[in-house]
């Protein structure tokens, strides 16, 4: 039975709910857009899915003050943890530099010249596979930032088909949702329970990350081969990476910082520094430096800020709905949960039922993190990899339903290798 809900919580749910038809209904602004030149602005606000729950927030904020005044509001606020959407701010503009995307493709393309394949073909299911299995060590929204950068300059903007966009888009997220669970640390639905239950690196490693490993390597060989003759004629291996030179000592100090973030990720005020520090240094050396993305990287934090001021009032509902389920019925539960919610927010949610087994504990993370490639969203990545891709698309918008088809196959490997390995 639900826990009886205060008017503030009635109405927060009611306010996610219509957030979350708005995420799927940014496709048909971006047409208004188009054809409604009168208010364009507007629908071309609305149509940006990354503004979607922080403009939704606003809504609840002001419901609020009205409701139970100033104060409350503001202790509500006030009470809610920014931390996750800066860090992604920070790691994402960090990660998307130049010296670190030159070290990386640097990296893909050694072992891309490894594999006895077309290059092109090499280096799109390095992108699908090692990019994500390195987000366990530099963090998810590190990965999904490199990889959709990588995807979109070689691949994405030499018109490939749609099928191949949105297939690639399913397995890019659903791999580096799961892809992330090798470590303690870089997944951010396991971020949420690892002190509390006392999962360490070994622990991860030995009950989810062989199994993600190898879930995540199968879903980038099937869609690779399926799709290798048009990747081979459409991939560009070389595109943006061979027009610039990086020294040696640049490249160390941009992975410096990056390695401090990663270390720092829970101590908003230390990474924050070290970003502004980092801001600094970008300025002074320029002629190493691209356009850093402060746009796309603050349109995320507004969305996950978003999430977080919406998601703080789900509680009364969600894990009302986890307690009392058998481990088997939880982990497709929290599969499904994951979808309309945030596997960050499922995971916390869960980490605050006292007294649950090792069995729930798997099962929820395991959900968790299986359905992270759902929807947009599902995991906090999600977000960074649309806003970099979404340009390649038809009306610069994905659409939701098409993402959820493409993420289907994928998870289902994903359900494989979490419930029978």
């Not at 920070?90 to 394949?117: D, G, K, Q």
Request: aromatic share 12%; glycine share 6%.
């Amino acid at each position: 039975m639900l826990a009886a809900a205060t008017t503030p919580e009635i109405l927060a749910t009611l306010i996610f709910a219509i957030a979350l038809l708005h995420t799927f209904s940014t496709k048909y602004f971006a047409e208004l857009a188009h054809t409604n030149s009168r208010h364009a602005g507007l629908w071309h606000l609305l149509a940006e899915v990354e503004v979607v729950f922080g403009f939704w927030a606003f809504v609840l904020v002001a419901a609020l003050l009205v409701i139970t005044g100033k104060d409350a509001a503001v202790h509500y606020m006030e009470g809610r943890n920014f931390t996750e959407p800066a860090f992604v701010f920070v790691i994402m503009v960090i990660a998307a530099s130049r010296p670190i995307l030159f070290t990386v493709i640097n990296l893909v393309r050694l072992i891309a010249s490894m594999i006895p394949v077309n290059r092109s073909v090499a280096v799109f299911f390095l992108c699908l596979s090692l990019v994500p299995l390195l987000g366990s060590f530099i963090t998810e929204p590190a990965a999904m930032t490199l990889a959709a950068l990588m995807l979109r300059d070689r691949y994405f903007q030499y018109e490939i088909s749609n099928r191949l966009k949105y297939a690639t888009l399913g397995v890019l997220f659903v791999n580096i949702s799961i892809g992330g669970t090798l470590t303690h640390f870089a997944a951010p639905p396991v971020l949420m329970v690892a002190a509390k239950w006392q999962w360490d690196s070994l622990f991860m490693l030995s009950h989810f990350g062989w199994k993600a490993a190898i879930a995540v390597l199968f879903n980038a060989i099937v869609l690779t081969w399926f799709f290798r003759k048009e990747l081979a004629e459409k991939g560009r291996v070389e595109a943006g990476s061979g027009a610039f030179q990086m020294p040696i000592p640049v490249a160390a100090i941009h992975i410096t910082f990056l390695v401090g973030v990663v270390v720092f990720a829970h101590h908003a005020v230390v990474f924050m520094g070290l970003f502004l520090l980092f801001l600094g240094y970008t300025e002074a050396y320029k002629t190493h430096q691209d356009r850093l993305i402060l746009r796309e990287g603050l349109l995320v934090a507004f969305f996950l800020a978003g999430l977080v001021v919406l998601g703080g009032l789900q509680q009364w509902w969600l894990q009302q709905t986890l307690l009392g389920v058998e481990p088997n019925v939880l982990y497709f539960l929290a599969t499904g949960l994951t979808a309309i919610t945030d596997n960050a927010a499922l995971t916390y949610l869960a980490s605050l039922v006292e007294g649950v087994s090792p069995e729930f504990q798997y099962a929820v993370v395991a959900g968790a993190v299986t359905g992270g490639g759902l929807t947009i969203i599902a995991n906090a990545p999600n977000p960074a990899g649309a806003s970099i891709l979404k340009s390649c698309f038809d009306d610069e918008a994905i659409s939701p339903l098409g993402l959820l088809m493409s993420a289907l196959p994928p998870t289902f490997i994903a359900i494989i290798a979490f419930k029978v390995l």
